[in-house]
C-alpha cells in the first residue's frame, strides 16, 4: 500500500506533484543544475557538540595515532566525531523517494554492513586483529558506525542502528570531497537536510513540508558536482591493504576508478585500441529505471536507478532480491564481454601447424585423428574497468569449454566445468587472483591482512582481450562425423570455498553465462559460412586476436595480425598500423616501427597514439628535443594522461629542467595520489632541489609503496606447489584436454 502524504491535505499533496520536476536533483538524484555548480556553496563546518567528541573520546581506542578514522582514508570536515543520530535513516528519505528507497534497500550498498559474507570476514578480522582494524573496512560498508566512534573495545554507547542500513543515502549524500586514495578517501560533512545559502545547516527539526519549501536549500545538501564524477565512486571502490592492517607494507587490491580513467570511456588517454563515447561511473550503473511507486525525483516516469546493478549476484540470492538479482543478471548479460572461437590450429603430420582464422570465415579439412588448437577469444567489450574487477580472489570467472559429439550432445572434451561437488574444475581457464599468506600457504578465506603477496593476478582490461587455448584430438575411433564446440565465459560469486566458509554450509549460488560462442566442426569439408547481419565484423575480431597475443606477450605473431588488421579496414588503419608498432617496439625493432608510425601520422597527422609512439621512438633514438614537441602535443589534448606526463617528466629530468618534471610527477599524483614512480622521482628532484623535509616524507611513501623483492621467491614456491594455479599465471599456455574428462559435470545450471 502506497505510504500516505505526511503533508496537510491536498494542498500540500498538489504542491509536491507541481515541484516533482524542479526536485529531480535533490536527494538521491542528479541533475545539470548541480552540475554546473548549484548547491556547491562552500560548507561552513559545525563541529559536534564538544560533549559527544568528549565522551567517545574517554575510552575511544587511538591506536593508530590522532586522527581517530584511521586506517582508513576517511575523515570528517572536522576531523572529528559524527553522533550516530545524525545518520538518520533511509525511511525518513523513503517518504518522498519511494522508488529510490526500494532500489537502495535490495542493493549492495543498501546490505553493505549486515549481508552475511561480509559480517564473517569483518568478524575474522576483529577476533584475529582487534575491531580498531575494521575502520579501514567500515569507512565504505558502515560510515555511521565509523564517525560515530562505534568502532573501539569499549565504545561510549551500545545502540547502532545505522548497522542495518549500510551505506545509507544520508551518508553518501553527505560527502563533500574525496582524495583519490580510496579506502574510503572522502570528506564525512556533518548530514543535514537543509543548507542555507549562508552554509547554516539543519538537520533532526526539518519537517517534509520545509524540505518542499525550500528545495534549493536541500539540494544544497544532498547535491554537489563530486557526487557525480568516477572520483566520488574511486573513493571506495579503489582499495589497498595499508601497513597498519597487515604489519608489513602496502599492497594494492584494486582501482577500479583508475582503470576507467586511463580507458577510452574516460577520452582522458589516447593508449585503449579503441576510441569510444564517453561515459563515467554513473551513466553505466545509474541508468534510468522506471518509478512505479511515489518518487518526487521521477521524471518522464523514471529515476537513476539506486540499485548499481554491476556483479554481485550472492546478495540478491541470498536475501531472495528478485528485482535486484533480475537486474544484476542483465548487466552482466548486456554484452559487456564477448567470447570468439576465432582460430583452429592444426597440426600437420610433416610438422608445423596450420592456422585457420577466422574459423567460421574459412575453408577447410579436418579428418579423424588430427590433433586441433582452439583460441578461443575473450574481449573486454564495454566495461570501463578491468574484468572481473576488484576483489578477483574471491570470485569466480571462468571459460567452460566443451567438445561433444554433435549428433548425441554427449561430452567428449570438456574444460572448466563445474564439478558434481559445487567446486570449480581446478585446470579452468580463469581470471583470479591467488593471494598467498607469509608462510606460503593458498589465502582462500580472504584474510587479506595475512597476505604477503598475489601469485597471480589474472584479468581483461578495459578494450582488451585474451586468448584460451584448447587442444585436443579430433575422434578417429568412435564414429563421430562431427563435433560441437561450445565456449562459454561464465561468472559466480562467490567461490565455493568462500561461500561455503561464509555461510558454514553449502550453497550453490547462480552462475552467470555472460557470452557464448559454438561452433560444428565437420569430419572432411568444412565451408565458409557468410557474414550474420549484425555480427562483428572480420577486421574487428582479427584486431581483437591480435591483441590478445599481445598481452599474452606473443609479440611478433600480434604484429602479423594487426598487419592483417590495417588492410582489412581503411577507417582503423592509421590505429592498426601504431598497433604493430607498439608490437615491434617490445621485440626493439624500432626502425621499423618508426616507419609504421610515420604512415599512420600520414593517415592522421594528429593521431594522439602514434604522436606517443614517436615520441618513444625520438627517444631511444637521442632527439630529445622532437621527442618532447611530441608529448606536448598530446598532453594539448590529454592533459590528464599519466604515461605522457610520465614521459614528459623523464625528458626534463634529462635536461636538468627540475622545475618541468617536479610539475609532471605532481600532476601524476593529483590523478592518483599513489602512483609509485611519481614518489619515487620527487624523491630525486626534491633531493636536488635543496628540498631535504619534502623529499624525505617522499622516500617514506617510496618505501612503503614499492614491490617488496623477497615476495618474489613466496608466490614462486607457492605456483610450484600448485601446478593446478601455475599454469593460469603464464600469459601464454594451452589446454591439454583428456578423452571424458568433466562428462560428469554436476547440475548444467547453477
Known amino acids: 500500500m502506497r505510504k500516505a502524504?505526511?503533508?496537510?491535505?491536498?494542498?500540500?499533496?498538489?504542491?509536491?506533484?507541481?515541484?516533482?520536476?524542479?526536485?529531480?536533483?535533490?536527494?538521491?538524484?542528479?541533475?545539470?543544475?548541480?552540475?554546473?555548480g548549484d548547491g556547491d556553496e562552500k560548507e561552513k563546518a559545525q563541529a559536534p557538540q564538544?560533549?559527544?567528541?568528549?565522551?567517545?573520546?574517554?575510552?575511544?581506542?587511538?591506536?593508530?595515532?590522532?586522527?581517530?578514522?584511521?586506517?582508513?582514508?576517511?575523515?570528517?570536515t572536522t576531523g572529528t566525531f559524527i553522533p550516530g543520530s545524525k545518520f538518520i535513516s533511509a525511511a525518513r528519505c523513503a517518504t518522498c523517494h519511494g522508488d529510490t528507497h526500494a532500489q537502495w534497500r535490495q542493493s549492495a550498498h543498501g546490505n553493505a554492513f549486515r549481508e552475511p559474507f561480509y559480517q564473517k570476514n569483518v568478524k575474522d578480522i576483529i577476533s584475529q586483529r582487534n575491531i580498531a582494524h575494521t575502520r579501514h573496512c567500515e569507512s565504505?560498508?558502515?560510515?555511521?558506525?565509523?564517525?560515530?566512534?562505534?568502532?573501539?573495545?569499549?565504545?561510549?554507547?551500545?545502540?547502532?542502528?545505522?548497522?542495518?542500513?549500510?551505506?545509507?543515502?544520508?551518508?553518501?549524500?553527505?560527502?563533500?570531497d574525496v582524495n583519490r586514495r580510496g579506502i574510503g578517501g572522502y570528506v564525512m560533512g556533518e548530514p543535514a537536510l537543509l543548507v542555507k545559502a549562508d552554509g547554516t545547516r539543519r538537520l533532526e527539526d526539518v519537517t517534509d513540508q520545509e524540505i518542499l519549501d525550500n528545495v534549493d536549500d536541500h539540494r544544497r545538501a544532498m547535491m554537489r558536482p563530486v557526487l557525480k564524477s568516477p572520483e566520488f565512486c574511486g573513493a571506495c571502490h579503489k582499495s589497498q591493504v595499508p601497513k597498519e592492517l597487515n604489519d608489513y607494507k602496502f599492497l594494492r587490491a584494486f582501482m577500479v576508478a583508475d582503470e576507467l580513467q586511463m580507458s577510452s570511456f574516460s577520452k582522458e588517454s589516447p593508449h585503449p585500441f579503441y576510441v569510444r563515447d564517453k561515459e563515467t561511473c554513473n551513466t553505466c550503473h545509474m541508468k534510468p529505471e522506471a518509478a512505479p511507486l511515489f518518487d518526487v525525483a521521477a521524471e518522464n516516469g523514471t529515476v537513476k536507478s539506486h540499485r548499481w546493478a554491476a556483479a554481485n549476484t550472492a546478495l540478491p540470492f541470498f536475501y531472495k532480491f528478485g528485482e535486484q538479482l533480475d537486474a544484476v543478471t542483465k548487466f552482466l548479460e548486456g554484452d559487456v564481454m564477448g567470447i570468439d572461437i576465432f582460430a583452429l590450429r592444426r597440426q600437420k603430420p610433416e610438422g608445423g601447424e596450420e592456422l585457420i582464422a577466422p574459423l567460421n570465415r574459412s575453408n577447410f579439412k579436418i579428418e579423424r585423428g588430427d590433433t586441433l588448437t582452439a583460441d578461443v577469444v575473450l574481449t573486454n567489450k564495454n566495461l570501463g574497468h578491468s574484468f572481473p574487477p576488484e576483489l578477483r580472489d574471491f570470485y569466480e570467472a571462468h571459460v567452460e569449454f566443451t567438445v561433444a559429439d554433435a549428433a548425441t550432445g554427449r561430452a567428449l572434451f570438456r574444460s572448466g566445468y563445474i564439478k558434481p561437488d559445487g567446486f570449480l574444475d581446478e585446470s579452468a581457464h580463469n581470471y583470479k587472483t591467488y593471494l598467498v599468506m607469509p608462510d606460503g600457504t593458498f589465502n582462500d578465506k580472504h584474510f587479506i591482512w595475512k597476505t604477503r603477496v598475489i601469485a597471480q593476478n589474472n584479468q581483461i582490461g578495459s578494450g582488451r582481450s585474451d586468448v584460451a587455448r584448447y587442444r585436443f584430438q579430433m575422434p578417429k575411433d568412435l564414429g563421430v562425423e562431427a563435433v560441437k564446440i561450445t565456449a562459454r565465459l561464465r561468472y559466480r560469486r562467490f567461490t565455493k570455498v568462500f561461500s561455503d566458509y561464509a555461510l558454514g554450509k553449502s550453497v550453490d549460488f547462480p552462475i552467470v553465462t555472460m557470452a557464448t560462442a559454438e561452433y560444428t566442426l565437420k569430419v572432411g569439408e568444412n565451408a565458409a559460412a557468410a557474414p550474420v547481419k549484425g555480427a562483428m565484423p572480420d577486421w574487428r575480431r582479427w584486431n581483437n586476436y591480435g591483441i590478445a597475443l599481445f598481452d599474452n606477450r606473443q609479440f611478433p605473431q600480434a604484429a602479423d595480425v594487426f598487419a592483417r588488421v590495417a588492410e582489412l579496414d581503411e577507417a582503423y588503419?592509421?590505429?592498426?598500423?601504431?598497433?604493430?608498432?607498439?608490437?615491434?617496439?617490445?621485440?626493439?625493432?624500432?626502425?621499423?616501427?618508426?616507419?609504421?608510425?610515420?604512415?599512420?601520422?600520414?593517415?592522421?597527422?594528429?593521431?594522439?597514439?602514434?604522436?606517443?609512439?614517436?615520441?618513444?621512438?625520438?627517444?631511444?633514438?637521442?632527439?630529445?628535443?622532437?621527442?618532447?614537441?611530441?608529448?606536448?602535443?598530446?598532453?594539448?589534448?590529454?592533459?590528464?594522461?599519466?604515461?605522457?606526463?610520465?614521459?614528459?617528466?623523464?625528458?626534463?629530468?634529462?635536461?636538468?629542467d627540475l622545475e618541468t618534471a617536479r610539475?609532471?610527477?605532481?600532476?601524476?599524483?593529483?590523478?592518483?595520489?599513489?602512483?609509485?614512480?611519481?614518489?619515487?622521482?620527487?624523491?630525486?628532484?626534491?633531493?636536488?632541489?635543496?628540498?631535504?623535509?619534502?623529499?624525505?616524507?617522499?622516500?617514506?611513501?617510496?618505501?612503503?609503496l614499492k614491490d617488496d623483492p623477497g615476495a618474489l621467491v613466496v608466490a614462486s614456491e607457492f605456483l610450484r606447489r600448485h601446478p593446478e594455479m601455475k599454469g593460469e599465471s603464464v600469459p601464454f599456455h594451452v589446454h591439454d584436454l583428456t578423452r571424458g574428462a568433466g562428462e560428469v559435470a554436476g547440475t548444467e545450471e547453477r
Open 5 to 36: 502524504y505526511p503533508f496537510a491535505g491536498r494542498r500540500a499533496a498538489l504542491k509536491l506533484a507541481l515541484l516533482a520536476l524542479a526536485v529531480t536533483a535533490c536527494l538521491c538524484s542528479f541533475s545539470a543544475a548541480a552540475a554546473n
Open 50 to 76: 564538544p560533549d559527544y567528541t568528549q565522551l567517545v573520546a574517554k575510552t575511544y581506542d587511538y591506536r593508530f595515532g590522532q586522527n581517530p578514522f584511521a586506517p582508513s582514508n576517511a575523515t570528517s
Open 140 to 176: 565504505c560498508h558502515n560510515p555511521a558506525a565509523l564517525f560515530s566512534g562505534a568502532l573501539t573495545d569499549k565504545p561510549a554507547f551500545k545502540k547502532r542502528p545505522f548497522d542495518e542500513e549500510g551505506v545509507s543515502c544520508i551518508a553518501c549524500h553527505s560527502i563533500q
Open 573 to 656: 588503419r592509421a590505429m592498426a598500423l601504431t598497433n604493430r608498432a607498439l608490437a615491434l617496439i617490445e621485440i626493439d625493432r624500432w626502425d621499423d616501427a618508426s616507419k609504421l608510425v610515420d604512415a599512420a601520422l600520414e593517415i592522421n597527422p594528429n593521431l594522439a597514439r602514434a604522436l606517443f609512439q614517436r615520441a618513444r621512438i625520438r627517444r631511444q633514438r637521442g632527439q630529445l628535443a622532437e621527442a618532447e614537441a611530441d608529448i606536448r602535443r598530446v598532453l594539448e589534448a590529454f592533459p590528464r594522461d599519466r604515461l605522457s606526463l610520465q614521459q614528459l617528466g623523464e625528458l626534463s629530468k634529462i635536461k636538468h
Open 663 to 704: 610539475d609532471c610527477y605532481e600532476r601524476i599524483l593529483k590523478i592518483d595520489p599513489e602512483d609509485t614512480g611519481s614518489h619515487y622521482n620527487l624523491m630525486l628532484i626534491y633531493r636536488k632541489l635543496g628540498m631535504g623535509e619534502q623529499a624525505r616524507a617522499e622516500a617514506k611513501i617510496f618505501q612503503d
